[in-house]
T-cell receptor
């Protein structure tokens, strides 16, 4: 999973601020996924993107959360007006195509703490 | 939505013992994956299974894709201290997203 780069690794935000999490997929990968992990829980799917397109956002909260994967640059997960319940680890994963589980690689995560 | 039941939640074993954990689902999956996560790190893929009945090994790890496509198990033989961590099963159905179990926390006493 070393190839998927996430930053920042740790982020502290006050309630009401915005959090931006960045993900650079592995070289040659055009598919990006974001997952959220609460303490003592498994990862929960949030959104699946290809370059410039959101393919599946069924796991994204309807408000305050957005994601993009522009033609150039990293994928961004944006959380506006953060609340304490947004505190979690956010993992990005990438794959060269969406059909094979063995080619989905995870980054090391971004830990968001809302104070 | 799809849910995975992973058990046991935690295990405390002695070094050298064998370990078994499993996942069951209320719905069918096309792919089963097993990951290990260390504290402060992302999940690392251990084994991927693509066909019902498939039995796959990776060193001391063995995993099987259940015949009904609704379950999978992971065995670790002759455990060592570095096996400590949280093990997650994940299933992939007709879409690209993975559904994860809640994890099995493994503690190995030397």
């Amino acid at each position: 999973n070393a190839g998927v780069m996430q930053n920042p690794r740790h982020l502290v935000r006050r309630r009401g601020q915005e959090a931006r999490l960045r993900c650079s997929p592995m070289k040659g990968h055009s598919h990006v996924y974001w997952y959220r992990q609460l303490p003592e829980e498994g990862l929960k799917f949030m959104v699946y993107l290809q370059k410039e397109n959101i393919i599946d956002e069924s796991g994204m909260p309807k408000e305050r959360f957005s994601a993009e994967f522009p033609k150039e640059g990293p994928s961004i997960l944006r959380i506006q007006q953060v609340v304490r319940g947004d505190s979690a680890a956010y993992f990005c994963a990438s794959s060269p195509e969406g059909r094979s589980g063995n080619t989905i690689y995870f980054g090391e995560g971004s830990w968001l703490t809302v104070v | 939505g799809q849910q995975l039941n992973q058990s046991p939640q935690s295990m405390f074993i002695q070094e050298g013992e064998d370990v078994s954990m499993n996942c069951t689902s209320s719905s069918i999956f096309n792919t089963w994956l097993w990951y290990k996560q260390d504290p402060g790190e992302g999940p690392v893929l251990l084994i991927a299974l693509y066909k019902a009945g498939e039995l796959t090994s990776n060193g001391r790890l063995t995993a099987q894709f259940g015949i009904t496509r609704k379950d999978s198990f992971l065995n670790i033989s002759a455990s060592i201290p570095s096996d400590v961590g949280i093990y997650f099963c994940a299933g992939q159905g007709g879409s690209e997203k993975l559904v994860f179990g809640k994890g099995t926390k493994l503690t190995v006493n030397p």
